[in-house]
Nanobody
Framework: QVQLVESGGGLVQPGGSLRLSCAAS????????MSWYRQAPGKERELVASISSFGGSTNYADSVKGRFTISRDNAKNTVYLQMNSLNTEDTAVYYC?????????WGQGTQVTVSS
């Protein structure tokens, strides 16, 4: 069955960097686009970045454009989110997501906290 497991979150100071990973299993990873979402307490879950199956096309939320980079390694069934120049507004639980046959599959999330 489809499984997505995020890792790499933690506490970081403003201006710092983190690299999130999402390990995928249970489906043909290379055939599907992948996305990162985030959700802060009391706020709606929002799309952060997405990447096509071969990595040739990426999209970013305006709030992270120029600071975050989504990438994937299809040989490792892993999608990454490199986060640079982090600020307190980036504090949230970050989720990995994919869609198959119209059904959304989510990871458990990894906490990112940006604080001094």
């Amino acid at each position: 069955q489809v499984q997505l497991v995020e890792s790499g979150g933690g506490l970081v100071q403003p201006g710092g960097s983190l690299r999130l990973s999402c390990a995928a299993s249970g489906f043909t990873f290379r055939s599907y686009a992948m996305s990162w979402y985030r959700q802060a307490p009391g706020k709606e879950r929002e799309l952060v970045a997405s990447i096509s199956s071969f990595g040739g096309s990426t999209n970013y939320a305006d709030s992270v454009k120029g600071r975050f980079t989504i990438s994937r390694d299809n040989a490792k069934n892993t999608v990454y989110l490199q986060m640079n120049s982090l600020n307190t507004e980036d504090t949230a639980v970050y989720y990995c997501k994919t869609d198959r046959r119209g059904y959304a599959y989510w990871g458990q999330g990894t906490q990112v906290t940006v604080s001094s």
